[in-house]
């Protein structure tokens, strides 16, 4: 179940490089807004253990995509999604998948730090407490601290686990969300321009973070930094007006682009 | 692309005479404005002052009472004949004849039937009641003497709390000799001690002389003007009586002689006031003559030999009276010791007697009477007697309804909120149902009252009166404010954190029930208290369902029937006795500090959970 069907058609030309294990596969995806139509026949394969970097300019359609891949989407009355979107090969959209294991199995983090206005620890508890990952006391704790270190925030917080997570800065405020996803073991960590709202500082440790846990994680950000998406992912995928243009290994979309629109986006002539 | 302005469009003057009025007049504007804003909260400030302020001086009486303290004889004749020193046979004694005992002990001289009853009347009708309870909670004061507070009558205690008469006094000048120490006695002064009292009436004798002469005076005008109109109808008549038209002279002769008529009444009307004013005027033109103090001027006493006397003749030296309270010896008073004392109220228009009024003062000077807290106020039920009507009824029924009201729409509202903001479909339906409490919002009270009436008392059967029935209409009545503002509350949860919820693979149940609503609980709480203290204000509903009764004991249970606070200060401020004005402002006074209690609770609550995100 885990090889990927290919839709030559569709591609402009054969991948230049063949994915042996996509963790995710998206055929044909469209996703209309009412009547608005956000994203048309997307293609894309997203490899396990790697970053992939989703990149264009505003409104074409990458967080709508990002989205689809947790049906969070399903949120917004109106969205209506087409196409087959499978995560090891099982649709996501299939009606008997239950969307909150869904989401259990695909993390997601924001573009804006959102801890719940609650400790630390309640934080990043939260998550295997409902999905019931922990048999007792000491088990939740060995979650929550394993997860906070995992994010590389816990030296920073240990002594004071019981504070607000919203007591933070910003940047760890964003690693907290980081360690609150890792804590119930998904497969799959959606990133949402999780850097658009800090300092370079703070940017730093979240990329250096994003490096460490690929080795864990399937790994899917949305950007709006060149730079960024260049030093985090191995493959980007370029969006523009809803369409996926072009996709990659990174080196090759930022030094060989086959389609004038991503060199003219990434080389700055729009966007 | 550096020149930015657009050709052929006016640049901005600012340098004018013109331009500079346009500057000018926009400041006169902006002062204007703010003139207007400090005159509208300056208004609205004193209103709200004004209004505090005399619920504050009207209610404050209310909140003490006076008490005489007597020693009481309890005497085991009266209480426990056989001495069985059995609870019930202990309740059943007769204390108020205990009390009459004590009071006639202090007033021995009150013989007369009449006196008797209105000196018994200075006590309260509860004072027996208290001291039972008194007696009853500890027999072993059976056969001794104690010292008892015994409430007072409500007039009594207006009295002390100087709704009666300001009392002035002179002290005499010349020796003074009674006649006698009873009964109607007369007193000569060696000085002219009362010539100033009797100038004062005097001069009131002349004042009503001249409103009299003016009264006559506009009587002769009316009679004249009367008179010409009879003169018009007897030429009229004479011209009818030419010209031998029946029906007419038949007419103006009726109306000729109903003016001679009525023009010789107000002749004869006004030669009476002269008459009257000529004979003021004769006695006020005769300074030394004496004069009698009827009910109408202020009343004189004199206060003599540990006496006091009430002045019925005044005279420039001399004044004969009755003793309102027996003098010791009718031995000369010595200039100084002795006392002329005015209450400025005419007796005629006050509720209490110069007897009672000497009496009172009396109790006073002997330290009988000591001002207490009215505890009665906050311990007892309604009463038709005013010194012993109490809130605690009405509290006790508006705790009862507002527990009732907050069991029912809090959880209803807020589900009904949670449902139609997270979970209901958008369409039609809920649509048409969200208007519709918005529109409920706004529904006078009265209809809820009404629909109460219909469904709960008539269809459903369930008592009258009670705080079920009523706090069910408030619920009704409150509901749409609770659910607006719960939604409002949860509204203003930024979805950022249900999104994080739903993000870690919460359900949607979990995520509103684990993090959404926990946010919005402080605003969901204020808009309960907000709508519970609108709760507690509403009085027409309850009429309807006929929680407007007279009820004395408060009411055990939710199904028992009861007042709330805003119907009893509804029905208070209908009573007619003074002293239940106090009590309605009292009252109000009870209810605005509950609701200032609910509403800065709710206050509290918006800035201590106030959460920034």
């Known amino acids: 179940m885990n090889t990927a069907v290919r839709l030559p058609q569709t591609d402009p030309q054969p991948m230049s490089q063949s994915i042996a294990h996509p963790k995710v596969v998206a055929r044909d995806v469209n996703v209309f807004y009412g009547d608005k139509q956000a994203l048309k026949d997307v293609n894309l394969d997203i ?95 060995e979650i929550v601290l394993t997860s906070l270190k995992r994010a590389g925030l816990y030296d920073e917080v240990k002594d004071r686990l019981s504070e607000s997570g919203t007591a933070l800065s910003g940047g760890q405020q964003q690693r907290l969300c980081i360690a609150r996803a890792i804590a119930v073991s998904p497969d799959i960590i959606l990133m949402d321009e999780p850097c658009s709202a800090l300092d370079p500082i703070a940017t730093a440790k979240i990329e250096e973070l994003m490096d460490e846990l690929r080795t864990n994680f399937t790994i899917v950000i949305v950007t709006h930094s060149m730079q960024q ?29 086959k389609e004038r629109r991503t060199q003219d986006y990434i080389t700055g002539r729009f966007g | 692309m550096t020149d930015l302005a657009i050709p052929g469009l006016r640049r901005l003057d600012f340098t004018t005479e013109k331009a500079r009025a346009r500057v000018r007049s926009r400041y006169r504007a902006e002062v204007r404005f703010k003139a207007y804003g400090l005159i509208a909260i300056g208004l609205t400030t004193l209103f709200i002052l004004l209004v505090l302020a005399d619920i504050i001086v009207r209610g404050t009486p209310a909140f003490f009472q006076y008490r005489l303290v007597l020693d009481v004889n309890v005497e085991q004749s009266e209480i426990d004949p056989q001495g ?36 018994d009347g200075i006590v309260s009708s509860g004072a027996a009641d208290q001291l039972r309870e008194m007696v009853v909670a500890d027999p072993s004061l059976i056969g001794r003497t104690i010292k008892a507070p015994l409430l007072l009558s409500d007039d009594a205690d207006l009295y002390f709390k100087g709704l009666g008469t300001s009392i002035s006094r002179t002290a005499g000048r010349g020796i003074a000799s009674p006649s006698g120490t009873t009964g109607d006695i007369t007193i000569l002064s060696s000085a002219n ?32 003007e009367v008179e010409a109109q009879g003169d018009d109808a007897q030429r009229l008549l004479a011209a009818a009586q030419a010209a031998g038209d029946a029906a007419r002279v038949q007419s103006y002769t009726s109306q000729f002689t109903s003016y001679r008529a009525e ?22 033109e005769n300074p030394s003559a004496e ?135 958008r369409n039609r339906f809920t649509e048409i149902i969200e208007v519709n409490i918005n529109n409920l919002a706004a529904v006078p009270s009265i209809v809820f009252g009404l629909l109460g009436l219909a469904i709960f008392l008539n269809f459903l059967g369930l008592p009258r009166s009670a705080p079920l029935v009523g706090g069910l ?30 993000g870690v693979g919460a359900s949607h149940q979990q995520a509103v029930f684990h993090h959404v609503l926990p946010l919005a609980m402080p605003g969901v709480m204020t808009g309960t208290i907000i709508g519970m203290s609108h709760a507690l204000g509403e009085t027409a509903p309850l009429l309807m369902i006929g929680m407007v009764a007279f009820i004395v004991e408060p009411a055990a249970s939710i199904t028992d029937a009861a007042t709330v606070l805003p119907v009893q200060i509804y029905l208070w401020s209908d009573l007619p006795e003074i002293a239940f004005q106090a009590k309605t402002a009292a009252a109000i006074m009870v209810l605005l500090v509950f609701l200032f209690i609910m509403n800065g609770t709710a206050i509290f609550l918006r800035r201590r959970f106030e959460r920034r995100w």
């Open chain 2, 84 to 119: 069985t020193h059995d609870p019930a046979a202990i309740r059943a004694g007769d204390y108020s004849a205990l009390v009459r005992n004590a009071l006639r002990k202090i007033f021995p001289d009150v013989t007369d039937r009449a006196g008797r009853r209105l000196l």
């Open chain 2, 263 to 284: 023009a010789a009444t107000l002749t004869r009307q006004a030669a009476e006031a002269e008459a009257e004013a000529a004979d003021l005027q004769k006695r006020f």
């Open chain 2, 193 to 224: 001690d009362f010539s100033s009292d009797l100038v004062t009436i005097k001069r009131s004798l002349a004042k009503r002389a001249r409103d009299l002469r003016a009264y006559a005076a506009s009587l002769r005008r009316s009679a004249r």
């Open chain 1, 47 to 141: 490899p396990e253990n790697a970053v992939t970097a989703l990149i264009g300019p505003s409104g074409c359609g990458k967080t709508t995509f990002l989205r689809c891949i947790n049906r969070m989407n399903d949120t917004i009355p109106t969205a209506r999604v087409t196409g087959r979107l499978a995560i090891d090969g099982r649709d996501v959209n299939d009606p008997e998948i239950d969307v909150v294991q869904l989401r259990a199995r695909v993390g997601m983090v924001f573009q804006k730090p959102n801890p719940f206005p609650k400790s630390i620890f309640e934080n990043v508890a939260y998550g295997p407490r409902i999905h019931g990952l922990a048999r007792n006391k000491a088990e939740l704790e």
């Open chain 2, 473 to 502: 209409v408030l619920a009704l009545l409150v509901l749409p404010t609770i659910i607006i503002a719960s939604r409002a509350a949860l509204k203003a949860v930024p979805p950022s954190i249900k999104e994080a919820a739903l």
């Open chain 2, 291 to 425: 004069e009698a103090i009827g009910g109408n001027v202020p009343s004189v006493l004199v206060s003599i030999d540990g006496g006091m006397v009430k002045v019925t003749r005044l005279g420039n030296s001399q004044v004969s009276g009755r003793v309102l309270l027996p003098l010791t010896s009718s031995a000369d008073a010595a200039p100084g010791t002795w006392s002329i004392v005015t209450f400025a109220t005419p007796e005629d228009n006050r509720r209490v007697s110069d007897r009672e009024v000497a009496w009172l003062e009396y109790l006073r000077e002997h330290g009988l009477v000591e001002r207490s807290f009215n505890w009665i106020f906050f311990t007892s039920g309604d009463s038709r007697e005013p010194e012993l009507a109490g809130i605690r009824g009405a509290l006790v029924g508006s705790a009862l309804t507002l527990l009732v009201t907050l069991f029912v729409c809090l959880p209803l509202g807020v589900a009904a909120a949670i449902y139609l903001e997270e979970f209901a479909p």
């Open chain 1, 229 to 257: 998406a260049a030093r985090v992912s191995q493959r980007a995928a370029f969006f523009h007006l809803g369409i996926l243009v072009e996709e990659g290994v990174t080196g090759d979309i930022f030094t060989a682009p």
